[in-house]
């Protein structure tokens, strides 16, 4: 099983600031990577899928990269409704793997 | 609009059964993979469950397998998660979702969620 590990585990910024979310793989997964957000009682919602693309809708502020072991998402300046959890999954072996995930909470 | 509605969740003792339903709507619903995907409370994400477009193929989590069987009505555009031999750990919401396109496993319809409880 490919555990998937996200660090920080919370990140503590101010709206207008740049986040950036670590997720590793303890084995390569090449680029089948995802990343989602959630938000309390809500269900998750992709952002970003094969590491790097945008899925529909998804404002350009996120953005994704890396490959094999190492990926980062990036906020480049986080609106208010961009605090809330954030989790990697991978796809490229079973079984499929989420994150412990990150919270990005307002400073 | 795509949408996504989990039914079938409750309360239900160790050992018992429970079948969830997502019933699909606004898409072609033979057309792509579902999962399923829990959350126990205050916890992170956990797959559950995967079945192929044509339903040819299943996969599932270690923690569900032999338990858990997945399966899919096309007539009925409704799918299916018949869970047996209930424990506590099993306690969550239950999400299922369709995937980006075909069997690229991406998820990106989501339904809101039915919550199971299995008492300790």
């Known amino acids: 099983e490919i555990v998937l590990t996200q660090s920080p585990a919370t990140l503590s910024l101010s709206p207008g600031e740049r986040a950036t979310l670590s997720c590793r793989a303890s084995q390569s997964v090449r680029n089948f990577l995802a990343w989602f957000q959630q938000k309390p009682g809500q269900a998750p919602r992709l952002l970003i899928y094969?590491?790097?693309n945008r899925a529909t809708g998804i404002p350009a502020r996120f953005s994704g990269s890396g490959s094999a072991t190492d990926f980062t998402l990036t906020i480049s300046s986080l609106e208010p409704e961009d605090f809330a959890i954030y989790y990697c999954?991978?796809?490229?072996?079973?079984?499929?793997?989420f994150g412990g995930g990150t919270k990005v909470e307002i400073k | 609009e795509m949408q996504l509605l989990e039914s079938g969740g409750g309360l239900v003792q160790p050992g018992g059964s429970l079948r969830l339903s997502c019933a699909a709507s606004?898409?072609?619903?033979?057309?792509?993979?579902k999962t399923w995907v829990r959350q126990a409370p205050g916890k992170g994400l956990e797959w559950v469950s995967v079945i192929s477009s044509n339903g040819d193929k299943t996969y599932y989590a270690d923690s569900v397998k032999g338990r858990f069987t997945i399966s899919r009505d096309n007539s009925k555009n409704t799918l299916y998660l018949q869970m047996n031999s209930l424990r506590a750990e099993d306690t969550a919401v239950y999400y299922c979702?369709?995937?980006?396109?075909?069997?690229?496993?991406?998820?990106?319809?989501w339904g809101q969620g039915t919550l199971v409880t299995v008492p300790s």
């Open positions: 979702a369709r995937a980006l396109r075909s069997d690229y496993y991406y998820f990106v319809v």
């Open positions: 094969d590491a790097s």
């Open positions: 999954q991978q796809i490229y072996s079973w079984p499929l793997t």
């Open positions: 606004g898409f072609t619903f033979s057309s792509y993979a």
